[in-house]
């Protein structure tokens, strides 16, 4: 079985700053996809970016960026120039299998402060 | 298309009762998901279909649930006797069978009391 732990259950990053979260998962698939999920107050979730891992190269999505490490499995987040909008439970999660079921972390509560 | 649709997004009910959620996908996804989400919880796995069939089902999912997806549309998630340890967001995701990535409704609050 699949498991995702994120370590950080809060952060705070102040407007226009950088920040990173972290993400580990153990998987003994070769085939599979990381996520990250942003879930906002209003409870929806969106996908911020995701990884296929058998990609080398990092994905990046306008200031969403991963670091992505696949034999130390290790899938961090950073943020650059940070938004207030950018306030929200962010989830990693892994997916994989043949029905591509997703895998969550519990979860990091970033605050970004004005 | 305005994405994923659940209905109700809001349901109270008594312990005991049963409750029925509707799950409308993005048109073209063949993929559909069902998830748990307890509060302070990442969301957990309930059941997965694929087009009408319903292809894997969580041992979260107990005999009091059921669920549907006729002719591989809208599905349907229902909870029979209700419990008080029910009471959780459902989230329902949909995606294409190319490849992972699933997009999520704004989910169903289920409350018992």
């Known amino acids: 079985a699949q498991t995702v732990t994120q370590s950080q259950p809060e952060m705070s990053v102040q407007e226009a700053e950088t920040v990173t979260l972290s993400c580990t998962y153990d998987?003994?698939?070769?085939?599979?996809?990381l996520f990250w999920y942003k879930q906002p107050p209003s409870r929806q979730m969106i996908l911020v970016i995701r990884?296929?891992?058998?990609?080398?190269q990092n994905a990046t999505e306008n200031r969403f960026s991963v670091n992505f490490q696949k034999a130390a499995k290790s899938f961090s987040l950073k943020i650059s120039d940070s938004q207030l909008g950018d306030t929200a439970m962010y989830f990693c999660?892994?997916?994989?299998?043949?029905?591509?079921?997703?895998?969550f972390g519990k979860g990091t509560l970033l605050t970004v402060n004005p | 298309d305005t994405g994923v649709s659940q209905d109700p997004r809001h349901k109270i009910t008594k312990r005991g009762q049963n409750v029925t959620f509707r799950c409308d996908p993005i048109?073209?996804?063949?993929?559909l998901y069902w998830y748990r989400q307890t509060l302070g919880q990442g969301p957990e796995f309930l059941t997965y279909?694929?087009?009408?069939?319903?292809?894997?089902k969580s041992r979260l999912l107990s005999d009091r649930f059921s669920a549907e997806r006729p002719k591989g549309s809208f599905s349907t998630l229902e909870i029979q006797r209700t419990e008080q340890g029910d009471s959780a967001m459902y989230l329902c995701?949909?995606?294409?069978?190319?490849?992972?990535?699933?997009?999520f409704g704004q989910g169903t609050r289920l409350t018992v009391v």
């Open positions: 999660a892994w997916g994989g299998g043949s029905n591509y079921k997703l895998t």
């Open positions: 998987t003994s698939e070769n085939n599979y996809y």
């Open positions: 990884q296929e891992a058998y990609k080398q």
């Open positions: 048109s073209e996804h063949n993929r």
């Open positions: 279909f694929q087009n009408e069939a319903q292809l894997e």
């Open positions: 995701a949909s995606s294409l069978g190319s490849g992972p990535g699933a997009f």
